[in-house]
């Protein structure tokens, strides 16, 4: 199984500032049959499901604010966001779908300070 | 605009069996893979299942493989999940999931779950 690692576990963060989370996978996660990483990023608030942020390490969905950024290729990936707002306290997890089975990173609680 | 509708959870005692299902609605449900997921009290996410969008193919991890039992109605845009010999470690709140694609045929544009259910909880005690 691919082991996703995410760091930190949780982080406090000045609104307005930059959040930084790292997802580490076990092993490589790009396809190489089209070039892209098969990692997406998941923002889940407390009563709420996940909902999907960041495909293809870097892919912003469809109404996700420009603030959330995600970098990195084949096992290091990083998701950014660039100015904290309060709407943002959340659980972040990365998740690879790039084979069976599907892995979730343990997921890192994002607060303000 | 997607949306999926779980039921079927409850409070079931462990050995004990329990059928979930999930509603689908605001796409062509057939052409689309789609998933379970869930997420134990406090904890994080963990896949269970996934099946095609003809219901022909279906996979689970090995924590769940010969328990649980994914299938698919898309004559009436349903998704089921059969779990039996249910365990204490089995509680949790499960997630419907509906797929990008249908990556069972092709993989170079599927990007992962896009789309969640509200969930429904599962409680295994006596």
């Known amino acids: 199984d691919i082991v996703m690692t995410q760091s930190p576990d949780s982080l406090a963060v000045s609104l307005g500032e930059r959040a930084t989370i790292k997802c580490k996978s076990s092993?490589?996660?790009?396809?190489?049959?089209?070039?892209?990483?098969?990692l997406a990023w998941y923002q889940q608030k407390p009563g709420q499901p996940p909902k999907l942020l960041i495909y293809?390490?870097?892919t912003r969905e469809s109404g996700v604010p420009a603030r959330f950024s995600g970098s990195g290729s084949a096992t290091d990936f990083t998701l950014t966001i660039s100015s904290l707002q309060a709407e943002d306290v959340a659980v972040y997890y990365c998740?690879?779908?790039?084979?069976?089975?599907?892995?979730f990173g343990q997921g890192t609680k994002v607060e303000i300070k | 605009e997607v949306h999926l509708l779980e039921s079927g959870g409850g409070l079931v005692q462990p050995g004990g069996s329990l059928r979930l299902s999930c509603a689908a609605s605001?796409?062509?449900?057939?052409?689309?893979?789609m998933s379970w997921v869930r997420q134990a009290p406090g904890k994080g996410l963990e896949w269970v299942s996934a099946?095609?969008?003809?219901?022909?193919?279906?996979d689970y991890p090995d924590s769940v493989k010969g328990r649980f039992t994914i299938s698919r109605d898309n004559s009436k845009n349903m998704l089921y999940l059969q779990m039996s010999s249910l365990r204490a470690e089995d509680t949790a709140r499960y997630y419907c999931?509906?797929?990008?694609?249908?990556?069972?045929?092709?993989?170079?544009?599927?990007?992962?779950?896009?789309?969640w259910g509200q969930g429904t909880t599962v409680t295994v005690s006596s």
């Open positions: 605001g796409f062509i449900f057939s052409k689309y893979a």
């Open positions: 998740h690879q779908y790039y084979t069976t089975p599907r892995t």
């Open positions: 293809w390490a870097s």
């Open positions: 092993q490589s996660v790009l396809y190489s049959s089209n070039n892209k990483n098969y």
């Open positions: 099946i095609s969008g003809s219901g022909y193919s279906a």
């Open positions: 999931a509906k797929e990008s694609s249908d990556f069972w045929r092709g993989y170079s544009n599927y990007y992962g779950i896009d789309v």
